[in-house]
């Protein structure tokens, strides 16, 4: 079955340094893949979204990689603040229904 | 205010006594889901409708129903809650009918405790 897979383990950085996310999918090729943020006891809030043809996408301090070779996406949050700190979950669209990751938080220190 | 409400925000029942929780839309939005949130394993899809009177199985479907009567709602019915369905409960929405190029607009939660 379709699986995506995010570091479970804590991203935890210093501030004004960039955190990078990975995103792992297998037994699936899908069009898109969406990013968000969801902070404790609230709904996830939509970052970014990247197309299968598109090797790159950026919005303010945040970049999204697709790989298809690696089947991977990256996301990058650049000069990070402890205002990012949050779980960031990873999302694939396969045949009009959503398969989430099951996000990685990142701890970004003062 | 565009937005996605979700109503109970917190319930506590027993096992066995029927509910509902209730998601409304106002974006006139065609897609909306349901999931469920436990601890490890992420957001899991339970439900789905592209429209109105369409509605099709996410990954956790078992013991939930759900309805698409008009555009703007889409509850989700539990007959008979177990234990096993406590869990913290997310509506979403997005503009049309694909949500794979779609934002997911997402409500405030739902937190449901069967004892």
């Known amino acids: 079955s379709q699986k995506i897979e995010q570091n479970s383990e804590a991203l935890n950085i210093q501030e004004g340094k960039t955190a990078t996310l990975t995103c792992n999918y297998t037994?699936?090729?899908?069009?898109?893949l969406q990013w968000y943020r969801q902070d404790p006891g609230r709904g996830p809030v939509f970052l970014l979204l990247?197309?299968?043809?598109?090797k790159e996408k950026r919005k303010e301090r945040l970049k999204v990689t697709f790989d298809t070779t690696l089947k991977q996406s990256l996301f990058h949050i650049t000069a990070s603040q402890p205002a990012d700190s949050a779980t960031y979950l990873c999302?694939?669209?396969?045949?009009?229904?959503?398969?989430f990751g099951s996000g990685t938080r990142l701890l970004v220190r003062p | 205010e565009a937005q996605v409400t979700q109503n109970p925000r917190y319930l506590i029942t027993v096992t066995g006594k029927k509910l509902t929780v209730t998601c409304s839309q106002n974006?006139?939005?065609?897609?909306m889901s349901w999931y469920r949130q436990d601890p490890g394993l992420g957001l899991r899809q339970i439900y789905y409708?592209?429209?109105?009177?369409?509605?099709d199985k996410g990954d956790v479907p078992e013991g939930y129903k759900v309805s698409r009567k008009e555009k703007r709602n889409f509850p989700l019915i539990l007959e008979s809650p177990s234990p096993n369905q406590t869990s913290l409960y997310f509506c979403?929405?997005?503009?049309?009918?694909?949500?794979?190029?779609?934002?997911?607009?997402f409500g405030p939660g739902t937190r449901l405790t069967v004892l």
């Open positions: 037994n699936y090729s899908p069009a898109y």
């Open positions: 409708s592209m429209n109105v009177e369409v509605t």
């Open positions: 979403a929405s997005s503009p049309e009918f694909d949500p794979g190029y779609n934002e997911q607009f």
């Open positions: 999302v694939m669209d396969s045949s009009y229904k959503l398969i």
């Open positions: 990247i197309r299968e043809n598109e």
């Open positions: 974006m006139n939005h065609e897609y």
